[in-house]
């Protein structure tokens, strides 16, 4: 049973709530006890007496939200200790260089084919579930994979996962929460594929990007398009380390 509270002019909170539903609603009366024996139970769990159990629980039980706008970085916080070594900036052209053998003309190959397939992978995707397309008066009717650039693709798709049109049954050991995640890793391999004015990237970089859309592919339970991209990597690779072979042991040896 709860103690009683001092008398301060007005019932307290437990005791005026029951006598309350006693006085108007019978059946009030057991709702209080089962309230009453699970504040019991919380004083007993956590070691304390029933009121102290009971007004922590009142007190606790609605929590203040935290600010959305708040700055985590404001409050406590730590610093660590700074290296041994003289701290300096050092420049991108000090940092180590990456092996390029991949022509740039050669790059924008590789990239456009992977845009192209995922393109056709998220067309033929849409299709088959019959998953909704908006309508946009500025934009053609999707009557071809190529009706949209990738990039519009992966809009499409994400917006599908985040409004729960897509059933986790449909994508690959039901991966609903990696879709996301994955394709927007692939996203830079579009941009990389449209804008030939870049640098040229390493290697390594180049096959990542083949190896994202596979993942986009895989995830879709697109068996042909893994197939075609898989390939496509292995063909890249094999292109790369012929051309490394080529070259002075001297490029790839640690300074």
């Known amino acids: 049973m709860l103690h009683s509270m001092p008398s301060t002019g007005e019932p307290s909170l437990?005791?005026?709530?029951?006598?309350w539903s006693g006085s108007?609603?019978?059946?009030?009366?057991?709702?209080?006890?089962?309230?009453?024996?699970?504040?019991?139970?919380?004083?007993?769990?956590?070691?304390?007496d029933a009121s102290s159990s009971a007004n922590s629980f009142q007190g606790k039980q609605y929590p203040q939200r935290r600010p959305s706008n708040r700055d985590e970085f404001d409050g406590p916080s730590q610093l660590l200790d700074k290296p041994k070594e003289p701290l300096y900036e050092p420049k991108e052209e000090q940092l180590p260089q990456l092996p390029v053998t991949l022509y740039a003309q050669e790059q924008d190959e590789i990239l456009s084919k992977v845009n192209d397939r995922l393109s056709r992978v998220a067309f033929d995707f849409v299709a088959k579930y019959q998953f909704p397309v908006p309508i946009e008066p500025d934009k053609r009717p999707v009557h071809a994979p190529g009706d949209r650039e990738w990039s519009e693709w992966v809009y499409l798709l994400k917006r599908l996962a985040t409004k729960r049109r897509i059933p986790a049954r449909v994508l690959y050991n039901g991966q609903i929460k990696q879709l996301i995640t994955i394709l927007e890793n692939s996203l830079e391999m579009r941009?990389?594929?449209?804008?030939?004015?870049?640098?040229?990237?390493?290697?390594?970089?180049?096959?990542?990007?083949?190896?994202?859309?596979?993942?986009?592919?895989?995830?879709?339970k697109d068996a042909p398009a893994m197939q075609y991209l898989d390939s496509l990597y292995v063909q890249t690779e094999s292109l790369v380390q012929t051309r490394r072979a080529a070259l002075p042991a001297s490029l790839f040896s640690p300074a």
């Open 191 to 220: 941009h990389a594929a449209k804008h030939q004015s870049r640098p040229l990237k390493d290697d390594r970089n180049i096959l990542q990007l083949v190896s994202s859309g596979l993942q986009v592919a895989k995830i879709l």
């Open 14 to 19: 437990v005791h005026g709530y029951k006598g």
């Open 24 to 48: 108007v609603l019978g059946s009030m009366p057991q709702r209080a006890s089962s309230e009453e024996a699970r504040l019991n139970q919380l004083g007993s769990y956590y070691g304390a």
